[in-house]
């Protein structure tokens, strides 16, 4: 195992501390992403928007209602709403 130095160390504190973050940024981007695209390239996007749900503790039941509708604004008001809790 490889021993990483004290500022490495550093920067995957602060990756991990912030990981909630950093996974409600991407989904911003990406509900952005949802209303420019169409076909394979969407697909994409919402395989990301699950991993991030995932990551951020969102219920399968209510991914999978979220990839059944398939409506961005949808996805927006479970980032806005985890944006409020995370405040």
């Given amino acids: 195992m490889t021993q990483h130095?004290?500022?490495?160390?550093?920067?995957?504190?602060n990756y991990y501390?912030?990981?909630d973050s950093i996974s409600l940024q991407r989904l911003q981007e990406?509900?952005?992403e949802l209303y420019l695209t169409t076909g394979k390239?969407?697909?994409?996007?919402?395989?990301?928007?699950?991993g991030h749900l995932e990551k951020l503790g969102v219920k399968?039941?209510?991914?999978a209602h979220l990839v059944k509708?398939?409506?961005p604004e949808l996805v927006l008001g479970v980032v806005e709403s985890l944006l409020k809790k995370q405040e």
């Fill in 5 to 13: 130095t004290k500022h490495q160390q550093n920067i995957i504190r």
């Fill in 17 to 19: 501390k912030n990981r």
């Fill in 30 to 32: 990406l509900v952005t």
């Fill in 41 to 50: 390239k969407r697909e994409q996007h919402w395989k990301t928007i699950i």
């Fill in 60 to 63: 399968g039941d209510t991914i």
């Fill in 69 to 71: 509708q398939d409506k």
